[in-house]
């Protein structure tokens, strides 16, 4: 009977490991090796996405938007997004500022316990999660934005070590909170960002390059090494390129990046705007088809958005065909602060049509699409 039985369970362990791959969709070499089977189900999906168009994402899009805050509509499907065309966006973005410091809220003023919901709720419903971390710097005390140099103070053997891996103890503890029917939730993580440019205390004149990468290095041993996180797609996405950066500049390197990103805004010039997405995702396109990455516009939008017909006359024509598996744009928080349509917004019949366009994919147009 034994001899019977050990066949057969060798033919489902072979069939369960190698269920998710094919000859289309091959196994990638991810920065966790014992990555949950949600993850590489998530990495597999983004990949599919990929070759239908792109996922259509949104910051802290459950979270508040324009007149509202979800505190107040706890029990009703609500986004800006939703408000206007019924669906809501396939990625939701997310960040978890201010976490370090074991505060209720994020720099963003959103309850960690409500996130966490949001979050849940999302995956439930099939929506892919992107977070980004906006840490205080953790030598002056001051935000993201204080550019105190810092960097070489947190990693080993600096005077605030002890600070950071409490920070990142505290990061990990809320990532692996993340569970719905005892599954982790997966999750795009995206730290240390747009580190070509100069605004944050981790970026470049604020950081040399081989500090950085050994942060990165460490914050992704201390995750996944030492707190066992397991459910993290790691992404690298600096600011758009200026003509003498180079996007390689501050790469940790393929054992560490999962993901390869780039974060753009049009500063009311549609045209300097085009030059970049056009330039950038081309050369991101490039270097992760090289290397079997994936690649997404991890961060971009035109603030009020005033431009008339913006997405389907300046955006869409773009992107279109880039190989992009997600966009994501940022969030909305006032009549000065937002990047997203809304309803009685003057680019809403814009969006409408935005949303028709044969790449476009909002949540219902993923769930469409199974790994």
Not at 50 to 61: N, R, T, V, Y
Request: with cysteine; glycine share 6%.
């Amino acid at each position: 009977m034994l001899k019977r039985i050990i066949p057969v369970l060798l033919v489902f362990t072979m069939f369960s490991c190698k269920s998710i791959y094919t000859s289309d969709y091959k196994k990638p070499d991810l920065v966790d090796k014992n990555i949950s089977k949600s993850s590489k189900l998530l990495r597999k999906k983004l990949f599919l996405i990929s070759q239908e168009g792109f996922a259509i994402g949104h910051q802290d899009c459950t979270s508040y938007g324009m007149g509202w805050n979800k505190s107040d509509y706890i029990d009703v499907e609500k986004s800006d997004v939703f408000d206007m065309i019924e669906d809501q966006p396939s990625v939701y973005g997310f960040d978890i500022g201010w976490i370090e410091h074991g505060s209720d809220v994020n720099l963003d003023g959103v309850p960690f316990d409500l996130m966490r919901n949001l979050i849940i709720e999302a995956h439930k419903k099939g929506g892919i999660i992107t977070v980004s971390w906006h840490l205080d710097n953790p030598t002056s005390g001051g935000d993201s934005w204080d550019t105190t140099p810092s960097v070489a103070n947190i990693l080993e053997g600096g005077s605030h070590r002890e600070k950071y891996e409490l920070w990142v103890g505290r990061v990990a503890s809320f990532f692996k909170s993340l569970e719905h029917n005892n599954t982790q939730i997966p999750v795009i993580f995206r730290p240390f960002h747009e580190m070509n440019g100069s605004w944050f205390w981790w970026g470049k004149d604020n950081c040399n390059v081989t500090d950085y990468k050994k942060l990165w290095h460490q914050t992704v041993h201390l995750l996944r090494d030492k707190h066992k996180v397991n459910n993290l797609l790691y992404t690298y996405s600096p600011n758009k390129l200026n003509p003498d950066d180079n996007y390689m500049t501050y790469y940790p390197g393929d054992d560490y990046v999962d993901i390869l990103g780039s974060d753009i805004y049009d500063f009311n010039d549609a045209e300097e705007y085009i030059t970049s997405v056009v330039n950038d995702l081309a050369i991101v396109k490039s270097i992760a088809t090289k290397k079997d990455k994936l690649f997404a516009f991890t961060e971009t939008g035109l603030e009020k958005i005033p431009t008339k017909n913006w997405f389907t006359e300046v955006l869409y024509p773009n992107i279109k065909d880039s190989g992009i598996s997600w966009i994501l744009f940022w969030r909305n928080h006032d009549e000065t602060h937002h990047y997203m349509p809304f309803k009685g917004h003057v680019n809403e019949p814009d969006f409408k049509d935005f949303k028709a366009l044969p790449e476009t994919l909002f949540l219902k147009d993923i769930n469409q699409i199974n790994p």
